[in-house]
């Protein structure tokens, strides 16, 4: 029987409920009045998909998971759950949310959300295996949900909005997984994952990822030019956040020679980052509705 810390792990729970945090921040960025029903719906249906993503996937590379110590504790992994369980629970959790996005937002809400779960498994999973370019493939997976939420609230993905959260996701998920597979790195090899760029030691792939850090700095800019921030205070916020993480994660990479230990720091600071920027577009939403 699955404990709760295995269910966390079957379905990457921090992973699945930021996915679906980012498709509501997309939906209430619009500022047009939508309906609890298409919120929740939206919600649900987003962290479903995000959840049926990760046990698919874990059911593709239980024999590879089960040789790295990040992921060898994970239930398929460990033979905790058998593959057939997690492709029945998998289907489950991707049905259930295709139903629930199909009755809450519409035709081209749910073929986005389809069309992520696809392209995760399909394209991004077994491309980590023939080349370090399937991080940038990915990409996608994780800029859709904003852009979902976007337009179940009505909003048309010709506009500026939409795409800025998406070129923030992309920003955040590159440095991020980077930081995440670095202190794998052998691991990883060993087990025929070619996800990390050849060629480069630890260091230059630091060097690397913070140009990706201060890029996605600049372009938190945007959601105060973009309006879609606009509370004062919030603006303040978010350019703090901004300028606080380019200046943070240049101090992190000097601070310590060892490039295991600054990876796992820089992870950790991307992770609060990006929390605290939803936070914000949450915030802005709550705010110009309530008050």
């Known amino acids: 029987m699955l404990k709760l810390i295995d269910l966390s792990r079957l379905l990457r729970l921090p992973l699945a409920l930021m996915v679906a945090l980012t498709a509501l921040a997309g939906a209430l960025a619009t500022g047009m009045p939508v309906s609890g029903t298409i919120l929740r719906g939206l919600t649900w249906g987003i962290f479903l998909l995000a959840a049926a993503s990760s046990v698919l996937n874990q059911v593709l590379e239980r024999g590879s998971d089960a040789l ?53 498994l399909a ?40 795409l800025a959260l998406a070129l923030l996701m992309i920003l955040w998920q590159v440095p991020h997984y980077w930081l995440l597979a670095l202190p794998d790195r052998q691991e990883l090899q060993a087990t025929g994952f070619k996800v990390l760029p050849h060629g480069l030691t630890d260091r230059r792939l630091l060097l690397l990822s913070q140009r990706w850090i201060l890029a996605l700095c600049a372009a938190g800019l945007l959601l105060p030019l973009l309006r879609l921030v606009e509370t004062p205070a919030l603006q303040g916020i978010v350019a703090g956040l901004s300028l606080a993480l380019a200046l943070g994660s240049t101090w992190l990479l000097h601070r310590s020679p060892f490039p295991q230990v600054v990876a796992r720091q820089l992870r950790m600071v991307l992770h609060l980052h990006l929390a605290l920027l939803i936070a914000c577009l949450l915030a802005e939403a709550l705010l110009t509705r309530y008050f």
């Open 68 to 120: 790295m110590r990040r992921t060898c504790r994970r239930p398929l992994a460990s033979g905790m759950l058998s593959s057939r369980a997690g492709m029945t629970i998998g289907l489950l959790l991707a049905s259930g949310g295709t139903a629930i996005l199909a009755v809450s937002t519409g035709t081209l809400p749910v073929l986005l959300g389809l069309a992520a779960l696809v392209w995760y």
């Open 123 to 162: 394209v991004y999973t077994p491309l980590k295996r023939f080349s370090s370019l399937a991080v940038l493939a990915g990409t996608p997976c994780g800029a859709l949900p904003p852009m979902i939420g976007w337009l179940a609230a009505g909003g048309a993905l010709s506009d500026p909005q939409p």
